[in-house]
């Protein structure tokens, strides 16, 4: 079993093209599988019904492990037997039409639009750190940029006349996107820097060694200004989260939100539809005479 596994995650890795992060959460979810397998003495891929997936599902459940955690394990191990029955090894998938428990929906954390203002106006020293930093906040907010495709980002994925980001997304598809004016202002104060660091690739965002910074450092950097500016814990996908809020709250138009996103199912974008309504729920609070609560003097 472990070898089968093994296999399919060398496929995702090599054919599939999918990054670390994502490869990560898949050897981490079918590992679980796995170890659950060998508790239920079930020695092949084929072996496992969908009534034991069923009973590790509710035991997982009773200890603890949240709808959208189960979510993501039946999701992984649907994928890996697609790859196994497209391999002659299984003959039906144990996770189909299996459904986890439903737990309490999760809405994304954003800034509001003076939040990120204030997040972004802030004073500004001049020198390499700060122009990067300033340069990778203004472009998570500008373009909804993903953690990985921000410091996957190279020279070439940047056309700063035509005001275009290009970059490569899951599943290793590429997409186009807008870079806002202060963006460009900043990669253009931010790219000369830059060149005198002597990069050691094309990569957009380096160390101050050259380097290409890594996720761990960008996250770093993201919650200290965080603090600096705001008072709060800040990460980049607050940021993106903000920019996909904003856009739809503006436009109403949640399939342009979609391609900006790099979403491939629409339901993924859905969520931000409830972030938008609770906006128009607590304009109508505060606006419409039947809404206001008795006593308000207002």
């Given at each position: 079993?472990?070898?089968?596994?093994?296999?399919?995650?060398?496929?995702?890795?090599?054919?599939?093209?999918?990054?670390?992060?994502?490869?990560?959460?898949y050897g981490h979810d079918l590992?679980?599988?796995?170890?659950?397998?060998?508790?239920?003495?079930?020695?092949?891929?084929?072996?496992?019904?969908?009534?034991?997936?069923?009973?590790?599902?509710?035991?997982?459940?009773?200890?603890?492990?949240?709808?959208?955690?189960?979510?993501?394990?039946?999701?992984?191990?649907?994928?890996?037997?697609?790859?196994?029955?497209?391999?002659?090894?299984?003959?039906?998938?144990?996770?189909?039409?299996?459904?986890?428990?439903?737990?309490?929906?999760?809405?994304?954390?954003?800034?509001?639009?003076?939040?990120?203002?204030?997040?972004?106006?802030?004073?500004?020293?001049?020198?390499?750190?700060?122009?990067?930093?300033?340069?990778?906040?203004?472009?998570?907010?500008?373009?909804?940029?993903?953690?990985?495709?921000?410091?996957?980002?190279?020279?070439?994925?940047?056309?700063?006349?035509?005001?275009?980001?290009?970059?490569?997304?899951?599943?290793?598809?590429?997409?186009?996107?807008?870079?806002?004016?202060?963006?460009?202002?900043?990669?253009?104060?931010?790219?000369?820097?830059?060149?005198?660091?002597?990069?050691?690739?094309?990569?957009?965002?380096?160390?101050?060694?050259?380097?290409?910074?890594?996720?761990?450092?960008?996250?770093?950097?993201?919650?200290?200004?965080?603090?600096?500016?705001?008072?709060?814990?800040?990460?980049?996908?607050?940021?993106?989260?903000?920019?996909?809020?904003?856009?739809?709250?503006?436009?109403?138009?949640?399939?342009?939100?979609?391609?900006?996103?790099?979403?491939?199912?629409?339901?993924?974008?859905?969520?931000?539809?409830?972030?938008?309504?609770q906006h128009l729920a607590t304009?109508?609070?505060?606006?419409?005479?039947?809404?206001?609560?008795?006593?308000?003097?207002?």
């Amino acid at each position: 079993m472990q070898d089968l596994l093994d296999a399919y995650l060398e496929h995702l890795r090599s054919e599939r093209q999918l990054s670390s992060h994502t490869l990560s959460g898949y050897g981490h979810d079918l590992s679980k599988l796995l170890v659950l397998c060998t508790q239920e003495q079930i020695d092949s891929w084929g072996t496992l019904d969908t009534a034991h997936l069923r009973r590790m599902v509710g035991r997982l459940h009773m200890q603890g492990q949240s709808s959208r955690s189960l979510a993501r394990l039946l999701s992984a191990t649907r994928g890996l037997y697609r790859y196994l029955i497209r391999e002659g090894r299984c003959q039906s998938d144990p996770a189909s039409g299996l459904m986890p428990p439903k737990g309490a929906r999760r809405l994304p954390k954003t800034l509001d639009a003076d939040r990120t203002a204030q997040l972004l106006d802030g004073a500004l020293e001049d020198d390499f750190i700060a122009r990067r930093d300033q340069a990778m906040l203004e472009l998570f907010y500008s373009s909804g940029l993903r953690l990985s495709e921000l410091v996957g980002l190279n020279l070439d994925g940047l056309d700063l006349p035509a005001g275009l980001v290009r970059v490569i997304g899951k599943g290793n598809k590429t997409r186009e996107l807008p870079l806002g004016r202060m963006a460009r202002e900043a990669m253009e104060l931010w790219l000369p820097l830059r060149a005198l660091a002597g990069p050691a690739d094309g990569a957009v965002f380096i160390s101050q060694q050259g380097r290409r910074i890594g996720p761990r450092a960008v996250q770093l950097r993201v919650r200290q200004a965080g603090v600096r500016e705001l008072g709060q814990h800040l990460h980049p996908h607050m940021l993106r989260h903000s920019f996909a809020s904003h856009m739809l709250e503006s436009s109403q138009d949640l399939r342009a939100v979609q391609e900006l996103l790099g979403h491939a199912d629409i339901a993924t974008t859905q969520v931000y539809t409830h972030l938008d309504f609770q906006h128009l729920a607590t304009v109508y609070d505060q606006a419409h005479p039947r809404a206001k609560r008795k006593g308000n003097p207002e």
